[in-house]
C-alpha cells in the first residue's frame, strides 16, 4: 500500500469530518441550547462536535487489512487495479458520510425524543394546573353558596315563589273552579 495513498485516504476522512462537524455545529448548539440548562450546553456541545469528528473521522479511515497489500513471502505487492489510491479516498470520504449520518441519526433522534418528553411534561404540568384551578373554584363556589344558605339568603329545598304579575297571569288563565 502506497504511503502517499494513506495520507491522502486520511486527510480525505479529517477534511470531511471537519467539514460535517463545523456545518451541523449551528444545528446542534441550537437544540441543545432549547434542551438542557445554560451551564452545561456548551461542555454537552462540545462532547458531541468531538464525537461527530472522531465518528466520522474514524468512519473514514481506510479499513483494508495489510494482508491484502503484503505478500506473506516477501515486499508489498501493488494494488491490482488501475486508479486504486483515488478509490481509496473516495471509500475513505464515503465512510466518514456514513459514520457522520449515523451519529447525527443517533443524537438530533435522542434530542427529538427528549424534547417530545418534556413538551409531554409540559403539557400535563399545565393540564393539573387547569385541573386544580378548576376544583378550586369549584370548592370557593360550594363555600359561597354554602355562606349563602346558612345566612338565610338562599335556600334549596324550596322552590322560588314567582313574582306578582306571574301568579296573576296564571289565575286568569286557569280555567273557573266549580261550585
Known sequence: MDTASLVYSYAAAALVAGAITAAFSPAINRVLNKLIPEEVAPAWSQFIKFALFVSSFVGGMPNTTPGRF???NGPAVP???EGAELLMVMKSVGGALTA???TLFLFFGVTLSAYGVRRLLAVLKERRAAEAKAIEHREAKQQEDKARQD???VK???PPKPS???VASAAKSAPPAKP
Open 70 to 72: 503484503i505478500d506473506r
Open 79 to 81: 494494488l491490482p487495479v
Open 100 to 102: 457522520a449520518s449515523w
Open 151 to 153: 345566612a338565610g339568603a
Open 156 to 158: 334549596h329545598d324550596e
Open 164 to 166: 306578582e304579575p306571574a
